[in-house]
């Protein structure tokens, strides 16, 4: 039998990379450090647990560039969409999931995989030599002691940004007299999404108590650290203008209150956050107030005056490598080619694209260890234009967390009309990827 794989970390990226590895008939041993160990976000100690929110967005594969990157990791037998697809709960055109289920799922399926050994324990440095493969796929918490190694190693800073948890309340707490189910548009099957309507009044006085409640304090080394714009705090948005929020996640175009007949000034949206449809979450409301704060301002929220929270929303610090300058382009530190990166920390942003990279990661190593040379998968597909991006296509020197999409894609030739773009795009990405998978 051949040396195990090792990868630091069960996250989305980790689990998936193992899952990759196992499934091509090659030992891995997965070292993750909670069970022994917390951190500041995660609940439990299962594998591919999520934190943030319960959605992996849109699932349309012909129009938006995370539904392409869902089709893209589907045929490659993803072990993440797989139970993502198991674990499913309405959400209109986006993938949300239980994420209970979800977790459970795949952590039951890498645990009874013959060829995966989980390990729960802390890696406080850099591997050991001896250690001939390995992928660090410690997300946005890696703990500080490797952090700080990996630091070291490298001579370069990494970066840093807030990420913030949105809240979970009990549906049954909700008064169905004021907020109606409705999906933006009427996409989905009409009861995806609880909405809770605002007029001019009630959203004036509702951005003033964000604006005045008390946040969570930072320490005096985080407080230059930027927040990532697509997990941005509700009331940050509001400090950047009053209106921010309502032509944010509190846009209320696409939705007639029933009770009016009319559009809202502002809309709240909660999504169905588990299977049994009794948890409930508040799409875009990643917060940093204070737990108190936080009941007392969300509970003026029309259709939330008796809220009752499963979970208040949280801050916490990711931190990321600046992979243009210290990854090559299959994922491998250049002053150590033993060692890859997968996931959050090479400076992707989402719970798809992690585990695209953990997946992308994993195909390389076991290339390596099979004598094969990796191939990377075109820019033109999905997940060829996110490694790319990640691996060189940034600006290292103004490098920041990024989600897949069009834009990270070359671009046509000839151009198309702009109604076209889109369908050429996924149309050309198909048949690229449908060409690596033969070589890959």
Known sequence: MSKPIHIIGGGLAGSEAAWQIAQAG?????????????????????????????????????????GLIHQEMRALGSIIMAEADKARVPAGSALAVDRDQFSDGVTAALAAHPNVTIVREMITGLPPEDWDSVIIATGPLTATPLAQAIRELTGEDALAFFDAIAPVIHYESVNQDVAWFQSRWDKGEGKDYLNCPMDKEQYEAFVDAMLEAEKASFKEW????????????????????????????????????????????????????????????????????????????????????????????????????????????TLRLKLRPAIRFAGQITGCEGYVESAAVGLMAARF??????????????????????????????????????NVNFGLFPPLSP???????????????????????LVA
């Open 26 to 66: 090659l030992p891995v041993v997965i070292h993750e450090m909670r069970g022994p160990h917390g951190t500041d976000a995660h609940k439990t100690d299962g594998l591919a647990e999520l934190v943030c929110s319960n959605s992996f967005r849109s699932d349309d594969p012909d129009n938006n560039a995370v």
């Open 222 to 329: 985080e407080a230059n650290t930027p927040y990532f714009d697509g997990c941005m705090p509700i009331e940050v948005m509001a400090e950047r203008g009053r209106n921010t929020p309502r032509f944010g996640p509190m846009k209320p175009v696409g939705l007639t209150n029933p009770a009016t007949g009319r559009r809202a000034w502002a809309v709240v949206q909660l999504r169905q956050d588990n299977a049994l449809g009794t948890l409930w979450n508040m799409v875009g409301f990643q917060t940093k107030m204070k737990h108190a704060e936080q009941v007392r301002v969300f509970r003026m929220i029309p259709g939330l005056e008796n809220a009752q929270f499963a979970r208040l929303g949280g801050l916490h610090r990711n931190t990321f490598i600046k992979s243009p300058v210290l990854l090559d382009g």
């Open 365 to 402: 190593a076991i290339a390596e260890r099979q004598g094969r040379e990796p191939v990377p998968p075109p820019a033109t597909t999905a997940l060829g234009a996110l490694l790319h991006h990640v691996t060189g296509g940034a600006e290292a020197a103004t490098f920041q967390p990024m």
């Open 415 to 437: 151009a198309p009309k702009k109604d076209q773009r889109k369908p050429a795009l996924v149309a050309r990405a198909r048949a690229d990827l449908a060409e690596w998978m």
